[in-house]
């Protein structure tokens, strides 16, 4: 059975008026867009804070005001919503549908932008009101994460800043109409079957996300440079290794063991494999200095060697 | 039919789903379900990250050959999982509904947790029945096996503790359960612990849904390795996690992969990350000092660095950025 026109077209308006609401940062607005009862329901899972379930109109007013992230006239107005399903029948109907964002970038949220919605819709004296408003955002990556999202044929369908930034200078990698390539024929033979693996990976009844590495070596002496085809919330990326994440782990390790910022640096020179006269030289210190440093970290971190030491240093990361 | 004899149709299809899932029955799950294009199954896994699946062709595809493939038989999770928290809503031909699903606990390979799981039903009568047309859940189990965690309250109450966490717990000298509640015996420790504990439970607050972890650092004293635990905020609950030994494993296990180690010289860049010499390396693999001196030759071949701390470097640091 077909859905009323009408009906269909103020659901619709709803949607998005829902949304401009929230960027333009007019409360009163965004209150006038749900059903305020007991039952009231906003749930789903996003990157950065993981899964919810706030129930009852209450508790998910009261959150609002607090820690709105700031108008963006570019999210409430160029968003862009497709693939939607509504269904409705009397009194209550229900829209499945996805989001795109004009370029998604604020902190925390690098990704395609895409975003699956779901609402479930009452009517209550005449108007259309949400009751349930779910959404997955499978996006934020880290933050200048260096990623390339792809159709199975290489297609480069999303780029972020710092993928096309690292793409400008990077010797294995070339997008020739719109396909993304290894130079290396052979690498780009890997990369096929990668990407054939990644466009099947995901065909079973529960989700599944993985990730294969593509190593190029770079010949003697110099660092080998690892790429990861990863496959995630039904999307194929290319991960273009930046070395973000051993700073990421070190800044961590610092907090964790109570590291002075020289302590810190040290630590981290000897991360990256420098002699400790090469660390005393790099840091302008004397010899003797960088041994004291290096000691003073063996104490506080209750290791002797400096491969235990590295250990330590990038192993300091949540494990859930 | 009458509000209530509506709602106890559809309690019972919730269940009915469930259990003809978990006892891998395909036909009996098929029935409970809308089969037309605009169905849905649409959520989270942890272990397999968000999903939104459209249409009943593809999705019974997948679910034919998963109930009667991989899925394990368990009667335990078909008939002794509760259901609560129960938000129904009836409107003539259409419902829908919000409840929890309280598994009996979860200690699958890649499923640890304490099996909660967060559910979203839509109903539609059809064909004279109440059906599914949407199906939609959020699951935070899922850690690598063997992961050794406690799920606690805010007053570090233990309310759950995985196979993993269980069995160290039992010669952990370190770490007591006093009165039920989690507590650290060194007592500096301890007072960073239930700080720890403060914080994760001031967590969540927001409109936006907040995670993340502190570490609880003990130092052991000359020459013992500092142990670190991790107080974590996820989803509203709080989890506190033994190490992050298996990780490690994992990591140094992709490591191998990439670089191509051979099993032995997989094994000695273990042993160097865990911060033995190469003669004591040597010992505990059995073999001599020059054998485990062109392992590690190899291994610097192979990986292209020059000496055991950048070594331990490149091996913990493969990882996927996003």
Not at chain 2, 52 to 58: F, M, N, P, T
Not at chain 2, 278 to 302: C, F, V, W
Request: glycine share 10%; proline share 4%.
């Amino acid at each position: 059975m077909a859905n009323d026109p009408d009906d269909e077209a103020a659901i619709l308006a709803l949607m998005h008026a829902n949304r401009i609401a929230m960027w333009t940062a007019d409360f009163d607005a965004w209150r006038e867009c749900f059903v305020h009862a007991d039952y009231t329901t906003r749930m789903g899972w996003w990157r950065v804070g993981g899964v919810f379930v706030r129930r009852g109109w209450e508790e998910l007013s009261s959150r609002v005001m607090r820690d709105h992230p700031g108008r963006r006239d570019d999210y409430a107005f160029e968003t862009l919503i497709q693939n939607v399903t509504i269904r409705i029948v009397g009194d209550v109907a229900w829209a499945v549908y996805e989001q795109v964002y004009p370029g998604y970038d604020l902190e925390g949220h690098v990704g395609p932008s895409l975003i699956h919605e779901m609402r479930v819709f009452e009517r209550h004296g005449g108007e259309w009101k949400i009751a349930l408003l779910g959404f997955l955002d499978g996006n934020a990556g880290q933050p200048g994460a260096a990623m390339v999202r792809l159709a199975p044929d290489g297609t480069v369908l999303w780029i972020s800043p710092a993928a096309t930034e690292a793409l400008s200078d990077n010797d294995d990698l070339v997008v020739r109409g719109n396909r993304l390539r290894f130079r290396n024929s052979r690498q780009d033979a890997k990369f096929r079957a990668a990407l054939a693996w990644a466009a099947s990976l995901d065909d079973g009844l529960m989700s599944r996300h993985g990730a294969l590495p593509l190593v190029v070596e770079a010949g003697e002496g110099l660092p080998m440079t690892v790429y990861w085809v990863a496959v995630d919330a039904g999307m194929i990326f290319l991960s273009i290794g930046t070395g973000r994440i051993g700073a990421k782990r070190l800044a961590l390790a610092a907090t964790i063991y109570g590291l002075s910022p020289a302590q810190r640096q040290v630590a981290s020179l000897i991360a990256e494999g420098l002699s400790l006269t090469d660390i005393a030289e790099r840091m302008a210190i004397a010899p003797n200095t960088a041994r004291t440093h290096l000691r003073r970290i063996f104490d506080k971190t209750g290791v002797h060697t400096q491969p235990a030491l590295v250990r330590i240093l990038l192993s300091a990361v949540a494990p859930y | 039919m009458g509000e209530a004899e509506d709602r106890e149709e559809l309690i019972a299809l919730m269940h009915a789903s469930r259990i003809a899932i978990w006892t891998k029955n395909y036909p009996a799950w098929a029935d409970c379900f809308v089969h037309e294009p605009y169905m849905v199954r649409w959520g989270y896994l942890r272990g397999g990250g968000i999903f939104a699946r459209r249409g009943w062709e593809d999705i019974s595809h997948r679910a034919k050959s998963y109930i009667e493939g991989d899925m394990p038989y368990d009667e335990a999770y078909a008939y002794q999982t509760s259901i609560e928290n129960l938000i129904l809503r009836i409107h003539g031909d259409m419902a829908w509904a919000i409840y929890d699903q309280q598994h009996p606990g979860h200690d699958y390979p890649d499923h640890v947790g304490p099996g909660l799981t967060r559910e979203m039903r839509i109903f539609e009568r059809y064909h004279g029945r109440w059906r599914i047309a949407v199906l939609a859940f959020l699951s935070n189990d899922a850690s690598p096996s063997g992961t050794a965690m406690l799920l606690l309250d805010s007053d570090g109450k233990v309310l759950w503790t995985s196979a993993g966490a269980a069995q160290r717990m039992q010669d952990d000298d370190d770490l007591i359960i006093r009165n039920g509640r989690l507590q650290v015996r060194n007592s500096a420790c301890n007072r960073k612990l239930q700080g720890a504990l403060r914080w994760a439970a001031d967590r969540d607050k927001a409109f936006t849904s907040e995670r993340g972890s502190v570490p609880i650092v003990l130092g052991a004293g000359e020459g013992l390795p500092t142990r670190v635990w991790w107080v974590v905020a996820d989803a509203g609950a709080i989890y506190f996690l033994l190490d992050g030994q298996p990780m490690t494993d994992k990591r140094l296990d992709v490591a191998a992969a990439i670089y191509g180690l051979s099993a032995g010289q997989r094994r000695l860049a273990g042993f160097i990350a865990d911060g033995f010499t190469l003669p004591d390396a040597a010992r505990e693999m059995g073999i001599s000092a020059n054998t485990a001196r062109t392992h590690l030759q190899r291994i610097y071949d192979k990986t292209g660095v020059h000496n055991q701390p950048a070594l331990v470097r490149v091996l913990l640091s493969v990882g996927v950025d996003m």
